[in-house]
C-alpha cells in the first residue's frame, strides 16, 4: 500500500512562470490537504478538498493559487505567475472520511522561485 | 485562532537521555491532537495521535501524553538514540474546524553519541 505521492520532489520556476505540484492520496482516502512550509516557519493549512469538491479554502491566497481534486487522477495544486515569495516546501497529506482520521503526508514538493 | 507553541525550539542530548518535549495551545475545543516527526528534507511522519477523550498514547519508547483542559501535550521519549535526531511537530485539529490540523513551529531534536 503506497503511502501519499507527491510530484515532482523538485520544482524550479522563473517568475511568472506557472507551478503545478500533484498529489496522489493514500488507496482507499478520499480527503486531501495541502500544506505550505515556508522557511524557519511552520506549515500552514492551504486548503481541503474531497473528490471534485473544495470544503475549505480558508488557507489558500486569494490570487494565483487554485487547487482541484478531480473524479480520476492526483490532486492539483496550481500556482499562477509565480513570484520569489511563493518559494517552500509544500506538502500533501490524505485521510479517510471522518473528522478523527490521522493525516497522512507525502515528502512535499520544494518549489523554488528564480 | 489556535495558536500552538513548542518548548524548546531545539534540543541537543547525549544517547540514552529520557527526554520531554512540550506542546501548548491557547483554545481547548480540540477533537485530538497528533505527534509528527519530521526529517530534513522529507516529509511527516505521523508518531502518535491522541482524541480528546484520551489521556496517553504510548508506540514503542514513546509517550504522549494529552491535559486538554490546561492546554498541553508532552512528548516523551525514552532511552533516545541518534536515530530520534528530527524535527518534531504537535498538531491539533479544533472542534468547528473542519478537517484542518494547526501545527507547532516544532522541537528541533539532536541525539549525539
Redesign the interface.
Known amino acids: 500500500n503506497a503511502g ?1 505521492m ?1 510530484n515532482p520532489r523538485h520544482l524550479v520556476r522563473r517568475r511568472g512562470q506557472e507551478a503545478r505540484l500533484r498529489c496522489s492520496p493514500m488507496k482507499g482516502h478520499s ?1 486531501v ?1 495541502w ?1 505550505r512550509q515556508l522557511p524557519e ?5 492551504m486548503v ?1 478538498l474531497q473528490k471534485e469538491n473544495i ?2 479554502e ?2 489558500m491566497p486569494k490570487e494565483r493559487f487554485s487547487a482541484e481534486f478531480p473524479k480520476e487522477g492526483p490532486s492539483i495544486l496550481r500556482i499562477q505567475q509565480v513570484v520569489r515569495g511563493d518559494s517552500a516546501a509544500y ?1 500533501c ?1 490524505s ?1 479517510r472520511a471522518g ?10 514538493t ?1 518549489l523554488s522561485v528564480l | 485562532k489556535q495558536e500552538v507553541t513548542q518548548i524548546p525550539a531545539a534540543l541537543s542530548v547525549p544517547e540514552g537521555e529520557n527526554l520531554v518535549l512540550n506542546c501548548s495551545f491557547t483554545d481547548s475545543a480540540i477533537y485530538n491532537l497528533q505527534w509528527f516527526r519530521q526529517d530534513p528534507g522529507k516529509g511527516l511522519t505521523s508518531l502518535l495521535l491522541i482524541q480528546s477523550s484520551q489521556r496517553e498514547q504510548t508506540s514503542g519508547r514513546l509517550n504522549a501524553s494529552l491535559d486538554k483542559s490546561s492546554g498541553r501535550s508532552t512528548l516523551y521519549i525514552a532511552a533516545s538514540q541518534p536515530g530520534d535526531s528530527a524535527t518534531y511537530l504537535c498538531a491539533v485539529k479544533i472542534t468547528g474546524g473542519g478537517n484542518k490540523l494547526t501545527f507547532g513551529t516544532g522541537t528541533q531534536l539532536k541525539v549525539e553519541l
Open positions: 501519499v507527491q480527503h490537504y500544506y516557519e511552520g506549515l500552514k493549512f481541503y470544503i475549505d480558508s488557507g506538502f497529506a485521510s473528522i478523527n482520521e490521522k493525516l497522512f503526508f507525502g515528502s512535499g520544494q
